[in-house]
């Protein structure tokens, strides 16, 4: 069964640091390429961080810097260690694998408030 299960969403203070994690099965992970979307109400669903079978990263702008998106395929794991956090880093994030098709988690909700 495909499948990608995020976890490590939760309440931080601006400032705050925070570690998202996915876990992948059912793919052969080590030839997908990894991303970590987000999306608030009423948006459309941004590209935060992707990461290829090669280990290469992009960042969007608004995270340069901030996060920092790595994989262990010992694991078929990503992470998103996300520092600095904003409120404007408040949305449900999603990790997303492509290869020949498209695999979803189901997301995980960050939120930065004080």
């Known amino acids: 069964q495909v499948r990608l299960m995020e976890t490590g969403g939760g309440l931080v203070q601006p400032g705050g640091s925070l570690r998202l994690s996915c876990v992948a099965s059912g793919i052969t992970f080590t030839a997908y390429t990894m991303d970590w979307y987000r999306q608030v109400p009423g948006k459309e669903r941004e590209l935060v961080a992707s990461?290829?079978?090669?280990?290469?990263?992009k960042y969007a702008d608004s995270v340069q810097g901030r996060f920092t998106m790595s994989r262990d395929n010992t694991k078929s794991t990503v992470y998103l260690q996300m520092n600095n956090l904003k409120p404007e880093d408040t949305a449900v994030y999603y990790c997303?694998?492509?290869?020949?098709?498209?695999?979803w988690g189901q997301g995980t909700q960050v939120t930065v408030s004080s």
């Open positions: 990461i290829t079978s090669g280990r290469t990263t």
């Open positions: 997303h694998g492509k290869r020949y098709n498209d695999v």
